[in-house]
């Protein structure tokens, strides 16, 4: 038995299925989280000593984060350099939400903090840390292991990384560390040299000494410093500035930002130097003016180095390290590691697709810092271990953004305990090559542009193929292309050979050299692998072209250099964002040995955590949705009633009634039927209801009563027998970018019918759209639109044709072509419904006519007989106005009127041929009599206009 037809209408498939989606989202809802727990903020002063001995103290601004449930361990934030306590605010709530007890501050001479930056001293910022330790110590919402000993873990970026790593080796109360993108050894970073007589087989070997022999990474050196000034925070790499006075989006210092509460420095400056101490600024300024360090600046510069505490750090540290960062780069992170890991301290190393050129970690990072703060403070959660990760990028999408993946491997090479790295030998050829230094050394090549990398590469690989090497200034090496891929991990090694042009002066200091090693495709298109460059400085280089043998460290990166790819070595003088040498020199440059050393780490592809939640969300909805599937089966079995008195008729509509909340009633009791070979017009006036009655129709609304059949079923949405039906209702809708013939290919195929069955040619022909069916439709005119619509609708000749509207946007040729098609559609035994409400068109192209008007049926039948049911005549005669005087003349006979020749009247039930002999009788002469054929008056007629 059916259901009635209201509560059919009223539950249909598609309220099911919404009905259905909206229950699991609301249970992925409920089964969620919720929002996050509450965390309440103090903002105390905390007095520190300004100096060793010193009876002078100055205050630090700290903000302390207390999370919903205390006592908890503590963590203490650090920021970077040149950000204040705000800079870590986003990370600080986070942690909170933890369960941690997180206490941030501004290092002396940032932010709102009093005192000047002595660079990360152990006789000042670290020294401050110690007391911010003792601080927590006496807060009753802090756990502690002892008296004075608070159960707590530091992390950081940066300038903070570096505090987190110099506290642990001097404080044992600090429980565990995390510290990320910062420096192992400050001279060796900002004045690297990569050439030295052997390399430590780690995954990425530190370069050679620095100071007398280092080249001076100037740019970067100016933006560190100049961040001290302005308050742009180096630790938080490519992210938008949030609050005033952080980073902007280019991740360059925003030298007139400010932060809120006044937190640009505001104690006492040192002049020039702003709130750096003195000592600070004279180092800075040895290096900047001559390129060289001094021994006085060298020593500075080690005594903010972690490097000096390194070997008394024995907490378990988790090192997180930049692959996009020409400021710290891997051998910085490679060095803490070595280094903590020889005190029998637990190590974690992790690579990302970040650092100062790179952005900041990101959620699923920072999470797990968090991951192994709980376990290292409080036991909770699994044990992180002692992997190494590193993430590999991959292809840029479409949206600009790079594929990536996570690699881990069980132990960091190189480490007590670990296996030794892999190493991978690839061939290098290249003849030796003269290259010169310019005078000054510029023009300079072009390796990256330090802080604007991040922003670069959040869109495109632009970064890292911004590398220029200038003609005449490098030495070029390539290898055969490769028959697999190979995943370099680390740093790789080569040996090269260097000589002066005997006749050539050599500079005192020395020859200054700068190595990359590319990744080139097919094609020729080079990228350099984190953006970074390999300074090298040779000393005692003999003036008789004697050559000296040296090993080169590259810099450390990620990069899987893909089968077909070459790897490419170069050897250029000079480098935009170092120190370059001044003297104009030539040197000849080889390969003492042909064999590059690639390092090879092995491991497997990490997966995320299952996400139970999303899961149990999903697999509920999947549940529901084969639920509906069920019902809307045996509700098709039971609505699929078929009428076999009705097989044979295309359409009948029985007392059709649409109504909508509010009292609108679209259509009201619409009855009416279409035979075979009828081209039925659909006609009224704008919201008669034609519309609505096509889409009920298509199935695609509910009628709220009545019913309509197409060969004998009924109409429901997704009935089997709506695939006899060609439509055309409410405007097109196709896929811009493709041609029309696609759009009409794409349609055809989406039906799972035989691509013979659609009769392309012939719809074509109707559409009448030439070689423009070639094109895209972007670039089609709305009545090419209306074409390619027409021509979609009479794909596959269905038995019923429906169109809404049909020559809206056609020109005249075009209408007078199409409606000589639907007449011959009709003529071959199909049927036609044409809406529309334009009176003569229907006219002309419709052998029948259904009248609406408010949604109810006014009339139906032939348009002759529409047309013709007010008894209105036409006669054509000789005298056109004695004629109108004869016929005024007949009783009942009105609404008489002269149209040139012709005149016509409304006989009222005069038989017309009683009019003619009445004409005759006064002598007018009758050429021609018959039915007034006027659709429009009687349409008017009908409607009551």
Same mark, same amino acid.
């Given at each position: 038995m059916a259901l009635p037809s209201r509560l059919r209408g009223r539950w249909s498939l598609p309220a099911l299925v919404v009905l259905v989606a909206l229950v699991g989202a609301v249970v992925v809802w409920t089964r969620s989280d919720g929002e996050p727990p509450p965390v309440a903020k103090r903002e105390p002063l905390i007095d520190v000593p300004e100096s060793p001995g010193s009876d002078r103290t100055i205050q630090l601004d700290t903000t302390l984060y207390l999370p919903e449930r205390t006592p908890a361990p503590a963590v203490l934030l650090p920021h970077? #350099? !040149?950000?204040?306590?705000?800079?870590?605010?986003?990370?600080?709530?986070?942690?909170?939400?933890?369960?941690?007890?997180?206490?941030?501050?501004?290092?002396?001479?940032?932010?709102?903090?009093?005192?000047?930056?002595?660079l990360n001293s152990l006789d000042h910022e670290v020294r401050d840390a110690q007391k911010l330790l003792d601080w927590l110590a006496t807060r009753e919402e802090v756990l502690t292991d002892a008296a004075g000993d608070p159960k707590v873990g530091v992390t950081g970026g940066s300038y903070g990384g570096a505090l987190a790593l110099s506290l642990a080796g001097v404080d044992r109360r600090v429980d565990t560390i995390a510290p990320v993108i910062t420096f192992n050894d400050l001279g060796q970073a900002l004045l690297p040299n990569s050439a030295r007589a052997d390399a430590v087989d780690t995954a990425s070997p530190s370069p050679g000494a620095f100071g007398e022999d280092g080249v001076f990474k100037r740019s970067w050196a100016g933006i560190f410093f100049s961040a001290g000034l302005s308050g742009g925070d180096l630790a938080s790499p490519g992210q938008e500035a949030q609050e005033p006075g952080q980073r902007t989006e280019t991740g360059v210092p925003d030298a007139s930002a400010t932060q809120p509460g006044g937190s640009r420095p505001t104690g006492p400056t040192n002049?020039?130097? &702003?709130?750096?101490?003195?000592?600070?600024?004279?180092?800075?300024?040895?290096?900047?003016?001559?390129?060289?360090?001094?021994?006085?600046?060298?020593?500075?510069?080690?005594?903010?180095?972690?490097?000096?505490?390194?070997?008394?750090?024995?907490? %378990?540290?988790?090192?997180?390290?930049? =692959?996009?960062?020409?400021?710290?780069?891997?051998?910085?992170?490679d060095a803490n590691a070595r280094q903590i890991a020889a005190n029998g301290a637990k190590v974690k190393v992790v690579w990302y697709s970040g650092g100062h050129d790179g952005g900041s970690p990101g959620p699923e990072l920072r999470a797990q810092i968090a991951d192994w703060m709980s376990f290292h403070l409080e036991g909770?959660?699994?044990?992180?271990?002692?992997? #190494?990760?590193?993430?590999?990028? !991959?292809?840029?999408?479409?949206?600009?953004?790079?594929?990536?993946r996570t690699v881990v491997a069980p132990h960091y090479p190189g480490l007590p305990g670990a296996d030794p790295i892999d190493r991978r030998t690839v061939a290098l050829t290249g003849r030796d090559q003269t290259v010169v230094n310019p005078a000054g050394g510029n023009p300079a090549a072009v390796s990256n542009l330090p802080g604007l990398g991040s922003a670069l590469s959040r869109?495109?690989?632009?970064?890292?193929?911004?590398?220029?090497?200038?003609?005449?200034?490098?030495?070029?090496? /390539?290898?055969?292309?490769l028959t697999s891929q190979v995943l370099m991990t680390g740093a790789s090694t080569v040996k090269l050979r260097v000589s002066a042009v005997p006749g050539q002066p050599v500079p005192a200091g020395g020859a200054v050299l700068f190595a990359k090693l590319y990744d080139a495709d097919s094609n020729g298109v080079r990228t350099l692998p984190g953006s970074a460059v390999a300074p090298i400085r040779v000393r005692d280089l003999p003036a008789d072209g004697t050559p000296v043998e040296v090993t080169v460290t590259l810099p450390g990166a990620v990069r899987p250099v893909e089968s077909e790819h070459r790897f490419q070595l170069v050897v250029s003088t000079t480098?935009?964002?170092?120190?370059?040498?001044? =003297?104009?020199?030539?040197?000849?440059?080889?390969?003492?040995?042909? /064999?590059?050393?690639?390092?090879?780490?092995? !491991?497997? /592809?990490?997966t995320s955590a299952v996400p139970t939640t999303a899961l149990w969300g999903i697999a509920i909805v999947l549940i529901a949705c084969v639920l509906v599937g069920v019902v809307a089966w045996f509700r098709r079995r039971l609505t699929a009633d078929v009428d076999p008195e009705l097989s044979g008729v295309p359409l009948v509509i029985s007392g059709l009634t649409k109504s909508y909340p509010g009292g609108l009633t679209a259509v009201k009791d619409l009855s009416f039927r279409v =035979?075979?070979?009828?081209?039925? &017009?659909?006609?009224?006036?704008?919201?008669?209801?034609?519309?609505?009655?096509?889409?009920?129709?298509?199935?695609?609304?509910? %009628?709220?009563?009545?019913?309509?059949?197409?060969f004998g079923h009924r109409i429901v949405s997704g009935a089997p027998v709506l695939s006899r039906i060609g439509s055309f209702? =409410?405007?097109?809708?196709?896929?811009?970018?493709?041609?029309?013939?696609? /759009?009409?290919?794409?349609?055809?195929?989406?039906?799972?019918?035989?691509?013979?069955?659609?009769?392309f040619d012939e719809a074509l022909e109707i559409a009448g759209l030439g070689d423009a069916v070639h094109r895209r439709v972007r670039t089609y005119s709305q009545g090419m639109r209306q074409r390619l619509a027409i021509a979609q609708a009479m794909l596959g000749l269905p038995d019923l044709l429906v169109l809404d509207e049909p020559t809206n946007g056609l020109d005249p040729p075009q209408i007078h072509q199409m409606r000589e098609v639907l007449r011959r559609y009709a003529a071959a035994g199909r049927t036609v419904l044409v809406s529309s409400h334009l009176l003569a068109e229907v006219e002309q192209t419709c052998s029948h006519v259904v009248v609406m008007h408010k949604g109810s049926l006014v009339a139906a039948g032939p348009v002759e007989e529409i047309a013709t049911g007010g008894g209105e005549a036409s006669f054509r005669v000789d005298r056109p106005d004695e004629a109108a005087d004869v016929l005024r003349g007949l009783s009942g006979v009105h609404g008489v009127a002269v149209d040139g020749e012709q005149v016509h009247a409304s006989l009222n039930g005069t038989p017309r041929a009683e009019a003619l002999q009445a004409l005759v009788a006064a002598g007018v002469a009758v050429d021609q009599a018959g039915p007034r054929r006027r659709l429009e008056d009687a349409f008017l007629e009908l409607v009551g206009e």
């Open positions: 970077g #350099f !040149g950000g204040s306590k705000d800079s870590v605010a986003g990370q600080a709530t986070e942690l909170a939400q933890r369960g941690f007890v997180v206490l941030t501050y501004s290092a002396r001479g940032f932010g709102r903090s009093g005192g000047q930056i002595a002049g020039a130097c &702003g709130r750096f101490q003195a000592d600070v600024c004279a180092a800075y300024t040895d290096v900047a003016t001559t390129g060289r360090a001094s021994e006085r600046t060298l020593e500075l510069l080690r005594r903010s180095s972690p490097a000096t505490v390194t070997n008394r750090i024995t907490q %378990p540290t988790m090192i997180v390290q930049g =692959e996009q960062d020409t400021l710290f780069g891997l051998d910085q992170a909770k959660g699994t044990d992180p271990g002692v992997s #190494f990760e590193y993430t590999v990028i !991959g292809a840029f999408r479409s949206s600009g953004t790079p594929s990536l869109s495109s690989s632009l970064s890292s193929r911004l590398s220029l090497d200038l003609p005449g200034q490098a030495a070029v090496f /390539n290898s055969e292309p480098d935009q964002a170092y120190q370059n040498a001044n =003297e104009p020199a030539a040197y000849r440059i080889g390969l003492a040995d042909p /064999n590059l050393s690639v390092p090879v780490v092995p !491991g497997v /592809n990490a =035979e075979h070979g009828q081209v039925l &017009g659909l006609l009224g006036p704008n919201g008669a209801g034609k519309t609505t009655t096509l889409r009920m129709l298509m199935g695609l609304i509910q %009628p709220s009563d009545g019913e309509i059949r197409v209702v =409410e405007g097109s809708g196709f896929l811009p970018h493709l041609s029309g013939l696609a /759009n009409l290919h794409l349609y055809w195929a989406a039906t799972g019918r035989p691509t013979e069955q659609a009769h």
